[in-house]
């Protein structure tokens, strides 16, 4: 059975970014369609689990959108206006329905890393 799921690690404080807001959204050719809005748990993941489970799971185009500047300004870190990253898209595609697919971004105010994770 498939599912979607993404974890975040602060790499500047070496902890998972939890209390950083992020969004799910579907793209498709008549546009965009936020699915899901969380709010990271104390190990960096969505609390209530994957963020799509087995039912919800389609082939398709999606981004996951980070807020990053809040997430470091919340943790009172003085960042410059503009902050140089403030959200951080991932788009990504998910080909088979019934697979797993895991989006992990590293990231600390001055850069970010992301991969299909396991």
Not at 42 to 66: E, I, K, S, T, V
Not at 79 to 105: I, K, Q, S, W
Request: hydrophobic share 40%; aromatic share 8%.
């Amino acid at each position: 059975m498939g599912h979607l799921s993404t974890h975040v690690l602060d790499t500047m404080n070496g902890c998972p970014a939890a209390g950083m807001r992020v969004t799910l959204q579907r793209i498709t050719d008549a546009g965009v369609e936020t699915l899901k809005d969380i709010v990271l748990n104390q190990d960096g993941r969505n609390p209530d689990g994957p963020l799509l489970d087995a039912a919800a799971m389609a082939a398709g185009r999606y981004r996951l959108l980070f807020q990053v500047g809040a997430y470091f300004r919340g943790r009172g870190l003085a960042l410059p206006e503009p902050v140089f990253m403030d959200t951080v898209p991932v788009d990504f595609g998910m080909a088979d329905a019934a697979g797993h697919y895991h989006v992990p971004l590293l990231v600390s105010p001055w850069a970010y890393s992301t991969y299909r994770g396991s």
